[in-house]
């Protein structure tokens, strides 16, 4: 078995090839990652108004005050993005909205923004279900219905 020199040609020329190789793939992975875009959604706030104070749903972020730009609080990762442009937000504070954009750093610069609806219009009648109440007994809307209606409330746990 011949002994490989590690100054021969062909050594050489073989690292030659895969540092090209692994450079190429750096490059290649560079030039094709797409910026964080995608969407978003939560609350409109003000920018004066902290993570915790969103949370909480203090008074103070959904009042104006002098410098204050609409930013959006994500409650499921509890962040408050900053909204680019300004022009582009044609929603209120408080208002609970899906964002559609890119992400840079902490700024989402807006394609388009959309109301959310939650839950549905009054009057509009819940659509046939049957599920497991917390004693393990199954439950309809029929069965939930009262003299006067149902409501019918679903919590978010805070565990989740």
């Known amino acids: 078995m011949p002994a ?14 895969v540092t090209l190789c692994f450079v190429a793939s750096l490059a290649a992975a560079g030039q094709t990652s797409s910026p964080n875009s995608g969407p978003w959604s939560g609350t409109i706030v003000y920018s004066s108004c902290n993570a915790d104070e969103a949370f909480a749903e203090s008074p103070e972020c959904f009042r104006s005050v002098p410098g204050a730009k609409l930013s959006l609080y994500d409650d499921t990762n509890r962040v408050v993005y900053a909204l680019e442009p300004q022009e582009r937000v044609t929603v209120h504070p408080g208002d609970s909205v899906k964002v559609h954009g890119t992400l840079d750093n902490d700024a989402i610069h807006v394609a388009s923004i959309d109301l959310m609806s939650i839950g549905l219009p009054i009057s509009q009648r819940a659509p046939v279900f049957s599920l497991h109440d917390q004693f393990g007994r199954m439950q309809t809307l029929d069965s939930l219905k009262g003299p006067k209606g149902t409501v019918l409330l679903f919590f978010r746990s805070a565990d989740w």
Do not use: N
């Open 4 to 17: 490989v020199r590690y100054g021969s040609i062909s050594t050489r020329f073989f690292l030659s090839g």
